[in-house]
C-alpha cells in the first residue's frame, strides 16, 4: 500500500546494494512509471541518488517495463512515451540512449528523435 514509502527506505540503505534490494528496487520502480501520484518525486529522488548503482536498476526497469508491455496487455507506444517523458524530466535521455537492451534504446531513440529531442 505504501510503494512509496518502501522505495525511499530502499534508496536511504548504505551500500553495497545486496540482489535482494537490487530486485526489490527494480520491481517498485515499475509501479512509479505507471501514473502515480508521487512518481516525478520518487523517480527523481532514486535518479539522483548518491549510490552509482542505482541508474542501471532505474534503466533496467525501464526496459524491462517497456519490453514485457504486450505480455501484460498494455500499449508499447504508451509506455515508451511515459518513459521518455520521464527520461526528459530525469535529463537522463543521453545515458538512457548509451544502455542497453539494444531494442529498448534503438525504440526509445526513435521517438526521440520523432519528437526532435536530439541534436
Known amino acids: 500500500n505504501c510503494p512509496d514509502v518502501l522505495v ?32 516525478g518525486v520518487i523517480l527523481a529522488h532514486a535518479w539522483h541518488s548518491q ?29 515508451l512515451s511515459r518513459i521518455l517523458d520521464v527520461a526528459q524530466d530525469l535529463k537522463a535521455l543521453s545515458m538512457m540512449l548509451n544502455g542497453q537492451p539494444f531494442p529498448f534504446v534503438i525504440d526509445l531513440a526513435i521517438l526521440a528523435s520523432r519528437r526532435e529531442y536530439l541534436n
Open 8 to 39: 525511499l527506505g530502499l534508496l536511504q540503505i548504505n551500500p553495497p546494494i545486496t540482489l535482494l534490494r537490487q530486485e526489490l528496487l527494480g520491481k517498485l520502480f515499475k509501479v512509479f512509471l505507471a501514473p502515480h501520484p508521487n512518481s
Open 51 to 79: 549510490s552509482i548503482q542505482i541508474k542501471p536498476i532505474l534503466m533496467l526497469s525501464m526496459a524491462d517495463w517497456y519490453l514485457k508491455a504486450g505480455q501484460e496487455g498494455d500499449n508499447e507506444h504508451s509506455r
